[in-house]
């Protein structure tokens, strides 16, 4: 199959050219072979994930404003609704909550082959993006129930506290402001340091704690880590992590506003303090 591509088949463009003629290349600073076309309530795109070619299909979200952080609930609540099918909200294709599926196609393939991996796709796509009144509904069913919440406080080692603290170091994250291309640079870099942190547990649900007050729904420059214990440093780093793939802007608003870094220091503030296993 279409494993470690470097750019988009001819065959793929062709058979996604005659079924979207008015296709459009993909806006700058993305590669070359992003491929969108404007379907009026949605957008189909055709692009490259990690060496796959894949398609896109995104639509808008039935909320007309929602906070970061609950916008990563709600489309966590969407992809439990349609498990095999991943959904996020992605700026630049058009519209903003996208579903993505690989085209399970050998590269080489004909034109032919291409168009009807499209076919069979789109279908899927359009049910997993179908069940969004669904999710809206689930999430206003779990927002007019909730009451006041708090960051929990877990166990944390010194190790782990050690650990986090050098998510700091480097001008990654040290710098006091980024332009575009160097925010990207920083979050790509900070994705794969996240996620092999031992206290990073994806199994868990972490979103749900962006209705704490501490994290304010996902508005970072009012995040004040300095009275965060380490439990709370850890399900914060969690949350963020967990969420961005939910809402993908989550991790680059995180570094803009340096809290990424505030919570490198807080864990190696509470490593040095004195005290019990339990920070």
Known sequence: MNESIVSLPANALTAFTARYPEHKPGRQGRHRALRLADCDHQTVALDLLEGRVVLRLSQDCPFDEIAPGYLAIFVRHLAELCPYVPVAFIPGYGHLIVATLPLEVDADASSDVWASAIEATIPRLEEALSRQGAAAHRFSQDESARGESHLPD??????????????????????????????????????????????????????RHFRSRELHAGFFDAVFVEQFTAGQVVVALNAIYQGNLYNTVLLRRACDCRLIARLAARALELRDSKGSDRF
């Open 154 to 207: 877990i166990v944390v080692t010194p190790e782990d506290l050690a650990e986090i603290g050098r998510l700091g170091a480097g001008p990654a994250l040290e710098a006091e402001t980024f332009d575009r291309d160097e925010l990207d640079r920083s979050v790509a870099e900070l994705i794969p340091k996240l996620r092999s942190l031992k206290v990073i547990r994806p199994e868990q649900n972490w979103v």
